[in-house]
């Protein structure tokens, strides 16, 4: 799987254990397929080619106006209630998240909503990873199972 981030962190990298998993850092347009595109933060720089990605993914708390991703399959993430995946409930090392609608993944599997746990150390630097992340992982799996590959 080939994903692609849009001001994205170098420390994501490190992050993903799965052989299979494949990271690039986009700082400016490319013809590049991605299977999943992620919007971490706001930004003024969007591929002229969002076709082209299987999946697009966008931190809803930086991205107000979605008018720009018409026609493309959206997923939102962050804390807004009305995000495609959001966290219902952060503690100490430990962040829940919830997925509120149903969703394909990338092998045709359907997920369904529901909500599951994160242990993580240092939440309030990584909630908006997690989120991402543990999107994207269940957009590649079709389920939660494979998390821990990832954290």
Request: aromatic content about 10%; glycine content about 4%.
């Amino acid at each position: 799987m080939k994903i692609g981030i849009i001001n994205g962190e170098e420390s994501l990298k490190i992050k993903i254990k799965d052989k299979n998993v494949h990271i690039k850092l986009v700082q400016n347009d490319t013809d590049e397929n991605f299977d999943i595109l992620i919007f971490n933060k706001q930004t003024n720089f969007i591929p002229h080619k969002l076709l082209n990605h299987k999946y697009v993914l966008i931190n809803i708390d930086e991205y107000k106006s979605f008018n720009t991703f018409s026609n493309i399959f959206l997923i939102t993430y962050g804390m807004n209630n009305k995000a495609s995946i959001t966290a219902s409930s952060i503690e100490r090392d430990k962040l829940q998240i919830c997925v509120q609608r149903n969703l394909a993944a990338l092998n045709g599997k359907i997920i369904e909503e529901q909500e599951f746990g994160l242990h993580l150390k240092n939440i309030d630097k990584n909630l908006y990873q997690a989120m991402s992340l543990a999107a994207t992982n269940i957009l590649f799996y079709g389920d939660t199972n494979n998390l821990l590959k990832w954290f």
